[in-house]
């Protein structure tokens, strides 16, 4: 089964010099799974992240992500990912789908692909009749929307979102996940970095690493049963604190 | 602390209050109040008006109409007193990257025109309660997030403010850090000095005394944590198990008026009205492979239902 999984891990380390930054991670995500990598800053997340993201060379261990080797694959593995980051990266003044077409031709994408993925695209985030317009102009909301667009351009399997939900309303976050989960639905593994536990209550499983090693790996609710907290900011902190 | 504002005890009062850019209309028309020894929080999105607001408080920006007041005073009259009592930390507060965290704080005791006399007490108490002792000569560019907002907040106080201002001090800060700034905060509180803290977060809406949540530039609800988050005026039943994905299959092939179901990781949360709708939400997941739990709703939901429910009143409980 380990050799199905979409993000996957085993004895996964990473040092700077007499320091390691991440310690013999262990993972394993299905495909279709949305994933929270949780914990504090200086715990080694980013680390763990830029070594799956291709980025960052291993010190030791190995693993896969979506059917790439971590550290040998690295152009086939970047353009299997997808990537979002709360801070986009949008030109603000590119109409919607100018952004779209850009993202996608950076990733290789033809014209004629391009044009039909927007087409297939825009009406699933709700731009579509916003497509004419600068990007600038459009509300937060809109925005990230359109972020996640550009990061699905090229139908990566492996989406990597980092605190996606920052400074958005409640209703609009809610709007986005019900995205994610459309994805998740298609196939696409989608895992979430977040200092925000109300973002990783949207998780299917999530895991909290402190110092380099993972400390739990659970269900939000398996999490709360586990550790007795009421919510997963209330579980992050005891498992911290532990 | 000299007790502000009269008989009434707010330390800030904010009456009014609209703001307009040109075509886009920031603020309109908000009232708030802050009494000393007391966290208020601005809780809404981005775009909600919270950062126009604070800036009025502060001094540094003129509304259309409406009156901010700090201690008494006329933020847009009497800028600069008010700033005397005022502490106000920005989004983005600008630290020196290359100059210490010691460094730092004596730059901000200059520039507020700290006496020196009161200069070095000033620094250990506030690198004391900070706990940034120990990084006293590390620059601020190497401090973690959660120090260099513990930084900021310290540069904040260095001139003994009465009213402390802080828009979104938590934004991007870990949740152990956010932890020890909340301690801060409430330690703060407890020695008297009236808090506006701005945050797009609802799960921080807990650790205020009240909270006003903002939408579009009006408060769409006011009160303590609990008071607003009992105005949510429906029900919650909270839908978990291995049968997950067949529960909302099931509810979503069959629609029932006023009945929201709203999707998290490992759980579904069903929005109802009334017993006879939690009967019949049971009866059709009965079998689904789930187990239903009523919960109690939380600022979020009750932020969402206020914001999609028709425009209307502000709710005060």
């Known amino acids: ?242 | 602390m000299n007790a502000a504002d009269g008989m009434s005890g707010a330390a800030i009062r904010v009456e009014g209050l609209r703001k307009s850019y040109g075509e886009r209309t920031a603020v309109r028309g908000l009232d708030l109040a802050v009494a000393s020894g007391r966290i208020c929080g601005l809780i809404g999105p981005d775009g909600a008006g919270k950062t126009t607001t604070m800036r009025i408080i502060c001094g540094l920006l003129r509304p259309d109409a409406g009156v901010a007041r700090v201690l008494g005073r006329d933020s847009a009259r009497e800028p600069r007193a008010v700033r005397e009592h005022l502490g106000y930390m920005p989004q983005r507060f600008s630290l020196y990257p290359d100059l210490t965290v010691a460094e730092n704080l004596r730059f901000f005791a200059d520039l507020f025109g700290v006496p020196a006399s009161e200069r070095v007490r000033r620094e250990a108490e506030l690198m004391e309660f900070s706990r940034l002792g120990p990084f006293r000569k590390r620059r601020a560019g190497q401090l973690s997030g959660g120090m260099k907002q513990k930084l900021a907040l310290s540069c904040t106080l260095i001139h003994t403010p009465e009213v402390l201002v802080l828009d979104e001090p938590t934004t991007g800060v870990d949740p152990v850090s956010r932890r020890e700034f909340w301690r801060i905060l409430r330690e703060l509180a407890g020695r008297g000095l009236a808090l506006l803290v701005s945050t797009p977060y609802m799960d921080e809406a807990g650790l205020c005394d009240e909270v006003v949540l903002m939408h579009e530039g009006r408060a769409i609800a006011r009160g303590t944590p609990d008071e607003v988050a009992a105005a949510f005026p429906r029900r919650l039943l909270e839908v978990r198990g291995a049968g997950l994905p067949a529960a909302l299959a099931i509810l979503t092939a069959s629609p029932r008026r006023g009945v929201k179901v709203h999707r998290y990781g490992d759980r579904l949360h069903v929005v109802h009205d009334d017993a006879a709708q939690t009967a019949e939400v049971a009866r059709l997941l009965a079998g689904a492979g789930v187990e239903l739990h009523p919960v109690a709703p939380g600022i979020e939901d009750a932020f969402v239902e206020l914001m999609t429910a028709p425009a209307g009143g502000e709710a005060t409980p």
């Open chain 1, 1 to 242: 089964m380990s050799g199905e999984a979409a993000v996957f891990a085993r004895r996964l380390t990473r040092r700077f010099g007499d320091f390691t930054a991440v310690e013999s991670l262990d993972l394993e995500v299905a495909g279709g799974e949305i994933f929270g990598f949780l914990g504090a800053n200086g715990a080694g997340k980013t680390t763990a992240i830029r070594m799956l993201c291709g980025l960052l060379p291993p010190s030791g261990g190995e693993a896969r992500v979506a059917g790439c080797r971590v550290g040998r694959d690295t152009g086939a593995l970047k353009r299997r990912i997808g990537y979002m980051s709360q801070r986009f990266s949008l030109y603000e003044d590119l109409t919607v789908l100018e952004n779209l077409e850009f993202f996608g031709g950076v990733y290789g994408l033809g014209r004629a692909e391009l044009a039909a993925r927007a087409d297939e695209l825009l009406p699933r985030l709700g731009l579509d009749a916003e497509r004419g317009r600068l990007t600038g102009s459009l509300p937060l909301g809109y925005k990230q929307r359109l972020s996640l667009g550009c990061a699905l351009a090229h139908r990566p399997r492996v989406l990597f979102l980092d605190e996606p939900t920052g400074g958005v309303d409640p209703v609009a976050r809610r709007g986005f996940w019900d995205l994610i989960y459309e994805q998740a639905a298609d196939g696409v593994t989608v895992f979430v970095t977040t200092h925000y536990m109300d973002e990783a209550e949207y998780c299917g499983r999530v895991s909290i690493m402190v110092q380099g090693r993972i400390v739990a790996l659970d269900t939000p609710s398996g999490l709360k049963d586990r550790t007795g907290g009421a919510d997963m900011q209330d579980v992050f902190l005891r498992l911290v604190d532990a």
